[in-house]
T-cell receptor, first 116, second 113 residues
């Protein structure tokens, strides 16, 4: 099956610093990647959709200058949380899809971000 | 119209019992309905999925029942086991492929030993 990895699996950073989260499709080429945010005991909230080689499309209310998304290749997308604040602490999950091939999205294992 | 409703919010079932989770949608353009299982601290994992051309799909102990006219679908977990204790999300998607999913709010299932 299609495998998506995320790195790191958890990260602690100080307020005001930036942190980068990587999402990789290991055995397929992902034309589209999605970034989600999940608070405890809540559902997944879509933050942005990125297509390889294009600018990401952000959902309403998501600050594009704070959450920088880069989808530089068909196997890698990165989410950078800039000038992190404690309220950015959350579980970030990426998923990858192959446009035109399948309905399915393949989810990564998630990254737990704690901002102190 | 993009919303997917899910109930119950939480569910407690005895080992060996049947767990039933229900979802409803409004947008008739949705034509793919997956269910995801998520354990604490992990990403969601696809459990089973259905398209509207069938009314039921079964994979092992997991069954999706789909009612197109009512715009409802449900997940049945037969012979529920403590290892099934997790949060379950229904979702819906539509063409073209690679679209974002609309997720339900989730159901926390606890199966008592």
């Amino acid at each position: 099956g299609a495998v998506v990895s995320q790195h790191p699996s958890w990260v602690i950073c100080k307020s005001g610093t930036s942190v980068k989260i990587e999402c990789r499709s290991l055995d397929f080429q992902a034309t589209t990647m999605f970034w989600y945010r999940q608070f405890p005991k809540q559902s997944l909230m879509l933050m942005a959709t990125s297509n390889e080689g294009s600018k990401a499309t952000y959902e309403q209310g998501v600050e594009k200058d704070k959450f920088l998304i880069n989808h530089a290749s068909l196997t890698l997308s990165t989410l950078t949380v800039t000038s992190a604040h404690p309220e950015d602490s959350s579980f970030y999950i990426c998923s990858a899809a192959v446009a035109g091939s399948s309905y399915e999205q393949y989810f990564g294992p998630g990254t737990r971000l704690t901002v102190t | 119209q993009q919303q997917v409703k899910q109930s119950p919010q939480s569910l407690i079932v005895q080992k060996g019992g049947i767990s039933i989770i229900n979802c409803a949608y409004e947008n008739t353009a949705f034509d793919y309905f997956p269910w995801y299982q998520q354990f604490p601290g992990k990403g969601p994992a696809l459990l089973i999925a259905i398209r509207p051309d069938v009314s039921e799909k079964k994979e092992g102990r997991f069954t999706i029942s789909f009612n197109k006219s009512a715009k409802q679908f449900s997940l049945h977990i037969m012979d529920s086991q403590p290892g099934d204790s997790a949060t379950y999300f229904c979702a819906a998607s539509k063409r073209p492929y690679g679209q974002n999913f609309v997720f339900g709010p989730g159901t926390r299932l606890s199966v008592l030993p």
